[in-house]
């Protein structure tokens, strides 16, 4: 695969996940995603990292979540994500792609499952997620899965932008950058009105 | 107009606000609606408390923004309300409505403008959001609104719950509920699977 060119909003990126690193909430933002009547959904998901060579912002998602149905009606999503130290956001838009275990890119499905905690890994052998709890606190006690063969209804979600804003609130008055992806698939960026 | 009960998720809401009141990220939370091209849109808003006597969410917008005109497209929105000190997330469902300098409402859209800071108020009187910045430092530096009449383009957001979807993460080992508004306008709660 050819490595794709850092995209310019990378920099301002990396720099807000530096410089609010000492909040473990930095690692979380909220997808927003299309529900198959019509509202969008929106949750917090974890930031699990960029795909090596490649500007798609990496998720994962239980295969049984409601968003993976979502996704599949509509692949067209918006993540919002805040930093609370130095008071910026990003917005995202984009569209999303699963890898689940039938699809290419085994590798790196692989790889995200490993870097999981035992914790983490344990989720995806808990009981359906939404359907009416169970009781029995040894549902939520199964067997630890391997950590070389990630569970079947494991899904890696890879988010590609198209466009970018990024708002600093301490500015003065305040900042707002806005990037845009072209047809010739490079990013131009242009100072906007907060 | 007749007091609504109030709704069976607004205690365990208020307890959340309450546990985190020391982080004033607590007070912000997630807002998505549709965008006009089928695009979910997805921002960061203040949270203005609730409407007295009812479960409406109180936000404020520009009525310039974009999501005025996605919200006269689609009242259909999510919000998504993370808490980090105690590591719970509320999801709500439900619909918006706009109330303009020409809506019913006027006390209480005076009322909430009353209550902003002047620098919230301020922003009011801002040249026009997402067009090409301008640089000159004036135009930042409106007079200051009265605080007796809403600026025209000050618009207070009512927001409408069919659905809450409540995630403790430290829960043993989660735990979640999910409400719904009947028919009747009664709440119900079930406990449900992480």
């Known amino acids: 695969?050819?490595?794709?060119?850092?995209?310019?909003?990378?920099?301002?990126?990396?720099?807000?996940?530096?410089?609010?690193?000492s909040l473990p909430q930095s690692r979380y933002f909220q997808l927003a995603t299309i529900r198959q009547n019509g509202y969008p959904a929106n949750r917090t998901v974890v930031y699990r990292g960029f795909r090596d060579q490649t500007n798609q912002i990496q998720m994962i998602s239980d295969l049984r979540s409601e968003k993976i149905?979502?996704?599949?009606?509509?692949?067209?999503?918006?993540?919002?994500?805040?930093?609370?130290?130095?008071?910026?956001?990003?917005?995202?838009?984009?569209?999303?792609?699963?890898?689940?275990?039938?699809?290419?890119?085994?590798s790196i499905r692989l790889q995200i499952w490993q870097q999981l905690s035992n914790a983490a890994r344990l989720q995806f052998a808990w009981p359906?997620?939404?359907?009416?709890?169970?009781e029995a606190k040894e549902a939520f006690l199964p067997p630890t899965p391997?950590?070389?063969?990630?569970?079947?209804?494991?899904?890696?979600?890879?988010?590609?932008?198209?466009?970018?804003?990024?708002?600093?609130?301490?500015?003065?008055?305040?900042?707002?950058?806005?990037?845009?992806?072209?047809?010739?698939?490079?990013?131009?960026?242009?100072?906007i009105n907060p």
């Open 69 to 106: 149905q979502q996704i599949n009606n509509s692949p067209l999503a918006e993540i919002c994500w805040y930093f609370s130290q130095t008071r910026e956001q990003f917005r995202f838009t984009g569209t999303l792609t699963l890898i689940s275990a039938d699809s290419n890119l085994q």
């Open 1 to 21: 695969m050819e490595a794709e060119k850092l995209a310019l909003w990378r920099a301002p990126l990396a720099r807000a996940l530096h410089l609010n690193r």
């Open 146 to 191: 391997s950590v070389n063969e990630p569970l079947p209804n494991f899904g890696l979600l890879l988010f590609d932008s198209i466009e970018v804003d990024h708002l600093e609130l301490r500015g003065e008055p305040q900042n707002r950058s806005h990037y845009q992806l072209d047809q010739q698939h490079e990013w131009s960026v242009k100072s």
């Open 128 to 134: 359906e997620p939404k359907q009416p709890r169970i």
